[in-house]
């Protein structure tokens, strides 16, 4: 069974490797090219807490100009786990039933569980392989921004820790099982995207951010504090008036900022002299592994319901 598992999926794994070199080529390059530019400005002693060279925010800025358009670029590279579920996972079973090939099997002595254990170890084991391939480069790539906003901001946490690994893991789970379910491939590509892309945004923008665990609220004098720490994720600011009731930013602005005003210490004093503070809600930077264990353990335990629905539904459904 390995090795005719092997012989049907052989192609896909060949894509996979050759996508893998591509990346990592590409990764490779720019992240050479960060880590020279992230030396050469002077960026690294610019992050030193007892840092006082005033040209700081200049240098950290010609940084960002640089290289912010690539990092925003590699979101999209959160994408390759519901592709791989879609071009692989999708058709792994369903593609067997539309050909009715999997009869063929059950009549050699192989049972149902084996034939599905067999392929589904080898192609998830495949793919958690090829993911964490991925992810030890993109850690190794996001270095230089991790310095400047650590790993708990959005786009370090997809691509870090174990989250990567349990996003590959539930893509093809939710792939398998929407194809074995209605043993056709394109409609189980359809159903995983709709599903994946449902499950993954409110997750990364709502459960991380609040529900995990709750956030820190920091009001806060805007000329004397700076706010969160570094590392830390902002998740909102804004502005609140002395008993913490939320201004909105018409109301700041059409105060303190006039049309002409163009000095951002002149409004922030304005701000001030109103008795008003900046308010800040975010989530500190050392509850990353906490937030990462979370995340996998929530992402595998739906994995495992998806396989063990994929498993009693070949046993008791298909004929």
């Not at 090939?101 to 192609?123: I, S």
């Not at 398998?176 to 945004?201: K, N, Y």
């Not at 991380?208 to 956030?215: C, E, N």
Request: one cysteine or more; glycine letters at 8%.
């Amino acid at each position: 069974m390995i090795w005719a598992t092997w012989r049907q999926h052989r192609s896909e794994a060949l894509i996979v490797g050759i996508v893998l070199v591509a990346l990592a080529a590409i990764l490779i390059m720019t992240g050479l090219q960060m880590r020279a530019a992230f030396q050469s400005l002077g960026v690294g002693p610019c992050l030193a807490p007892t840092n006082t060279n005033p040209h700081c925010p200049n240098i950290i800025e010609a940084f960002r100009a640089q290289f912010e358009p690539l990092d925003a670029a590699s979101g999209w590279l959160n994408m390759l786990p519901v592709l791989v579920g879609m071009l692989i996972g999708a058709p792994l079973v369903a593609r067997e039933l539309e050909h009715r090939t999997h009869l063929l099997a059950w009549t050699q002595g192989v049972t149902r569980r084996r034939w599905l254990t067999t392929k589904l170890a080898c192609v998830i084991g495949g793919a958690l392989v090829a993911a964490g391939v991925f992810t030890a480069l993109m850690i190794w790539w996001r270095n230089s921004f991790d310095q400047l906003d650590g790993h708990l901001t959005p786009i370090s946490f997809d691509f870090e820790g174990l989250a990567p690994l349990a996003y590959m893991a539930f893509a093809l789970a939710l792939a398998i099982a929407a194809g074995t379910l209605l043993r056709r491939a394109i409609p189980a590509m359809a159903v995983t995207l709709a599903c994946f892309m449902a499950l993954r945004l409110p997750i990364d923008s709502w459960a991380r951010a609040y529900l995990y665990q709750p956030p820190i609220t920091l009001n806060a004098n805007p000329l004397t504090s700076g706010g969160p720490a570094s590392g830390d994720w902002l998740i909102s600011s804004g502005f609140v008036d002395h008993a913490g009731h939320a201004l909105s930013d018409s109301q700041v602005f059409g105060t303190c900022a006039p049309p002409g005003t163009i000095s951002k210490l002149s409004v922030l004093q304005c701000v001030q002299a109103h008795g008003w503070l900046t308010s800040y809600v975010y989530q500190p930077a050392d509850r990353f592994w906490r937030f990462q264990i979370t995340e996998a353990l929530l992402y595998l335990a739906l994995s495992a319901a998806l396989l063990g629905l994929t498993y009693w539904w070949t046993r008791r459904s298909m004929r």
